[in-house]
């Protein structure tokens, strides 16, 4: 059974940091792509940032050179390290990663979320 478990969140004045983390616990046979999706009260989910296998990176334009984001393969973890916060990156962050459990299976799976506030 495979489970992301993240840790991280927590209240944060505007302009500070903080960094989000998630591991992938569980059999696997690859991890490719990871990343983070959030979503605030009242809006839609978006994505904030991925990362492949490889190393390469994308992130939303309202994140772009305050936010990035790493993995640590050996360890199956994901990173967020936020910067600059502000209260419009309050929301709930979910991990995702695109795992195979078996040679012949694919799929992506979800952490549990976690709570980040950016107050004014």
């Known amino acids: 059974q495979v489970q992301l478990v993240e840790s991280g969140g927590g209240l944060v004045q505007a302009g500070g940091s903080l960094r989000l983390s998630c591991a992938a616990s569980?059999?696997?046979?690859?991890?490719?792509?990871m990343g983070w999706y959030r979503q605030a009260p009242g809006k839609q989910r978006e994505s904030v940032a991925g990362?492949?296998?490889?190393?390469?990176?994308n992130y939303a334009d309202s994140v772009k050179g305050r936010f990035t984001i790493s993995r640590d393969n050996a360890n199956r973890t994901v990173y967020l390290q936020m910067n600059s916060l502000k209260p419009e990156d309050t929301a709930v962050y979910y991990c995702?990663?695109?795992?195979?459990?078996?040679?012949?299976?694919?799929?992506?799976?979800w952490g549990q979320g976690t709570q980040v506030t950016v107050s004014s």
């Open positions: 569980g059999s696997a046979f690859s991890i490719n792509a």
């Open positions: 990362i492949t296998s490889a190393g390469s990176t």
């Open positions: 995702w990663t695109d795992l195979k459990a078996t040679p012949y299976s694919s799929r992506r799976y």
